[in-house]
DNA sequence: AAATATTTTTAGACTAATCTAAAAAATATT
DNA sequence: AATATTTTTTAGATTAGTCTAAAAATATTT
């Protein structure tokens, strides 16, 4: 079955919205997700119920199908691969390789991904700590935690970003809180939920609640 | 400005078709070179020319702006480097990268093109040794020749083809005739211009004129 | 130069993807 | 339970790219 990019960008962008929760995604979160109106939408979803990709119901919302499944899988896979080339091969920064990755994840040929991903030296994870699933679709599942969740006296490495966003990835860099980086909480401020963390044994910064909540550590014991 | 794939595919079209002939290119040479009806070709011949990408007076065929020409040359540039990448670093055949690059050559990023080029040191040629345009859309220029107008004594070496179809680039390779061969005319039949070659100091075979006519060799002096 | 053949353009229609505005259904509020 | 609000769908239009069939222009042949 073949689908051109718009089909695959509304399978990502279900994909997305389904992950965590369970529940089918509305059409008003699509076009949230896609910037486009929810009259686009319902037609889209038409589309790709014909296909099978997702099961659709008037007014109850979608769910991908099995298929459906795989082909977002596929593309994620896609996406984060080409991220990792980017980043490792021709040193782009976290913050740059979305849009091209965005890109590139719609280019045909299996043969490609599997190279690129041999290539690559089959990688895990892409340049934001996101996990790359396998040929299967099976992902790396790591216990991480938002920062913001650590109290006093808890230490851990930097594994992961819930923002993708280049400005905030930037910020991320100027404070230094890049993947791989330690970090201890030194002090919590209720009021506002900003921390005070050592980083790397060294420096001590405060970092606010928009910051702290939007990256994942792996707790140390 | 931008293109859509379509709009760049045929751009690519009426560069390829006016890169050897310097009149104007016509409407059904077009839809020929991309497999298209005569009336799509007009339709899209208006719009690049409304983008002033082309010249276009009717009945009177097409020809390449300067920006039309840059912007031209700047996706063979693309397609040939992709389809270093994907021979040098993936470790794809030469037969098997056009279509891939085909598709590659519209992702739109000119710092990628050109992290790409230094990530494969700068190659003056793609893996059919047909010449990569520099940032500023010059090529190198080689002196090379068909294999079929050598006469017999004549040495060379394989440098490029003239056929990039999957079907004959896998002939060759069967033959042995891939780039860097060294070839000497043993015997020329005047009734089929078929040759008899000498491979690299070693094996001598025949081969036909539909073969000898689409290889490109330099001269050994 | 007139007749014929070929090439190119126009006309009109189709699909994919989108939109706005209005209607219908579902959900929330009083 | 009736009403109001929100969400979703339908209706109808638009743009890009394509097609076939017919008309117009150009080129070729006699």
Redo the contacts between chains.
């Keep these: 079955m073949e689908f051109t990019q718009t089909e695959e960008n509304y399978l990502k962008a279900i994909f997305k919205l389904s992950e965590h929760e369970g529940k089918p995604v509305s059409t008003n979160s699509i076009s949230g997700e896609l910037n486009t109106s929810a009259a686009s939408v319902t037609d889209m979803v038409q589309r790709l119920s014909s296909k099978e990709m997702i099961h659709y119901e008037k007014y109850k919302g979608v769910t991908l199908t099995k298929p459906g499944l795989k082909h977002a899988k596929a593309l994620v896979r896609k996406h984060r691969l080409w991220e990792v080339f ?1 980043v490792e ?4 920064t976290w913050d ?1 390789v979305h ?2 990755a965005e ?2 994840e ?4 299996d ?2 991904v599997e ?2 991903d041999a ?1 690559l030296d089959h990688p895990r994870f892409d340049p934001h700590g996101d996990p790359i699933p396998d040929a299967d679709g099976k992902f790396t599942v790591s216990q991480r935690v938002p920062l913001a969740d650590l109290k006093i006296g808890d230490k851990g490495v930097v594994v992961g970003v819930q923002e993708h966003s280049p400005s905030f990835l930037q910020h991320l860099d100027k404070l230094g809180l890049v993947l791989g980086a330690e970090v201890e909480i030194i002090e919590v401020f209720e009021f506002d939920a900003s921390q005070v963390i050592r980083l790397n044994g060294k420096s001590e910064f405060s970092i606010s609640k928009q910051v702290n909540k939007n990256i994942f550590l792996k707790k140390s014991p």
Excluded: M
């Design positions: 980017l091969k021709l040193q782009f740059e849009d091209i890109q590139l719609h280019i045909q040929s043969e490609l190279r690129l290539f």
